[in-house]
């Protein structure tokens, strides 16, 4: 089994939690990191065990050793830098969303085929068991027709005008940040496309979404979608179907899922992983890279495309 050596762009708490499961991915090291300090590259190599350190994104990039770069910055970030990494010949895990704009995703899709290398958005939620499961019990048709998919995911943020969350400049704002993992889990189950969108969102002082709520059609399937800033809303899954329905606790960190037909719980499912979840996707991009392969089959490139399809065509309705 081959080694690979993870380099991790950014020190933030995403870049924190990635690292903390890089332990229990099997053929993952966490060999660099690198940051715009070189004290706070340090201090991280040393709580999560990196061999080398860097102070800048680029000294990583062009470190021969370096297999492929995780990139967890702020979003408006993750262009440059996935674009400069893959122009480097690494290998990309980048954190979703991967841009912030169509035309952006198109170019390190086509970069990334170009340069031969795998390019793999970090949809962590699409590999977790209880997410699988759930998949498994709608295949086997356990709730019938799918009618019905509802998703939010939502936690409170104190407003502070130059934070990430609400900087215009920083592409701040609920949709992005938080929007994408309904959209994503939605997608995940029913496969297609949403239209016929209707949008209600509340806009905050610095002119960015805190608070948004999704309503749309993917064929006969009623979807509806939310995000916030503002309160912690259910963060839970439910896919109701003609038979019966499977709710998702906690979807996006997803640990277990019920299935009811009625008011009867029939079946469910519970994960007692030791890890948050993270080394499931980090596994998936060492088995692609060591088969060779420039697309994962479960976070494939239209996948990308798609979110960023979706997201300016809420955007546009805000």
């Known amino acids: 089994m081959t080694r690979i050596n993870w380099g991790i762009v950014s020190t933030g708490r995403i870049a924190a939690l990635f690292c903390q499961d890089l332990v229990f991915s099997t053929n993952s090291h966490l060999y660099a990191v690198a940051a715009r300090q070189q004290t706070d590259a340090d201090a991280f190599a040393k709580q999560y065990g990196a061999e080398k350190a860097y102070q800048g994104y680029q000294a990583l990039f062009d470190d021969p050793d370096?297999?492929?770069?995780?990139?967890?910055?702020?979003?408006?970030?993750?262009?440059?830098?996935?674009?400069?990494?893959?122009?480097?010949?690494?290998?990309?895990l980048c954190e979703k969303p991967m841009t912030v704009s169509v035309e952006e995703c198109n170019i390190l899709v086509t970069l990334a085929k170009d340069k031969g290398l795998l390019l793999m958005e970090a949809l962590w939620t699409y590999f977790l068991p209880a997410i699988k499961q759930a998949k498994k019990w709608l295949d086997e048709g356990r709730i019938g027709q799918l009618k019905h998919v509802k998703v939010d995911f939502g936690y409170p943020i104190l407003f502070t005008p130059d934070g990430r969350e609400y900087n215009p400049q920083l592409a701040g704002g609920c949709l992005l940040d938080m929007g994408i993992y309904p959209l994503a889990i939605a997608d995940y189950f029913i496969k297609a496309d949403i239209d016929n969108l209707y949008v209600q969102a509340h806009v905050c002082e610095t002119g960015v979404e805190d608070d948004v709520i999704i309503i749309g059609k993917s064929g006969d399937i009623a979807v509806s979608l939310a995000s916030s800033f503002q309160c912690r809303l259910s963060n839970n899954a439910y896919l109701i179907g003609d038979k019966g329905y499977i709710v998702i606790p906690d979807a996006f960190r997803a640990s277990e899922c019920s299935l009811y037909h009625l008011d009867e719980l029939v079946d469910s499912f519970i994960d007692s992983r030791a890890s948050l979840g993270y080394h499931f996707e980090a596994d998936e991009a060492c088995r692609l890279i060591e088969q060779g392969d420039?697309?994962?089959?479960v976070v494939t490139h239209q996948h990308s495309l798609l979110f960023q399809s979706q997201l300016a065509r809420i955007k546009a309705l805000i």
Request: glycine share 4%; hydrophobic share 45%; aromatic share 12%.
């Open 66 to 92: 370096v297999d492929i770069v995780y990139v967890a910055t702020p979003h408006n970030f993750h262009f440059q830098q996935a674009y400069d990494a893959l122009m480097a010949g690494k290998h990309v």
């Open 294 to 297: 420039l697309e994962s089959r």
